[in-house]
């Protein structure tokens, strides 16, 4: 069955950095057949698109917010997804989701918490 598995989340002073990773298995077909995006809630706000990264790498989409703090990359020899989030703000704290879809299919992973605080 499909796993995806988050990790690197934690507390964080603003202005800081962290590292977040979604490690992926179970696929029916091979993992550079599909895309992958991270998503983040924050208590009480809607789910949001964080970024979006093609099969290859070769289209990525921070969302606008994002762009210049957040880079989103992946590793399909490693079934990887990793995020790099800079000069993070409070307004970043959320639970930050991994995301993998192919046509119809897609899957969640149960999500990393992503605390900015002093």
């Known amino acids: 069955e499909v796993q995806l598995v988050e990790s690197g989340g934690g507390l964080v002073q603003p202005g800081g950095s962290l590292r977040l990773s979604c490690a992926a298995s179970g696929f029916t077909f091979s993992f550079s057949s599909y895309s992958t995006s991270w998503y983040r809630q924050a208590p009480g706000k809607e789910r949001e698109l964080v970024a979006y990264?093609?099969?290859?790498?070769?289209?990525?989409k921070p969302a606008d917010s994002m762009k210049g703090r957040f880079t989103i990359s992946r590793d399909n020899g490693k079934n990887t997804v990793t995020l790099e989030m800079n000069s993070l703000k409070p307004a970043d704290t959320a639970v930050y989701y991994c995301s993998v879809s192919r046509d119809i299919e897609i899957y969640w992973g149960q999500g990393t918490q992503v605390t900015v605080s002093s």
């Open positions: 990264i093609s099969r290859f790498g070769g289209v990525i």
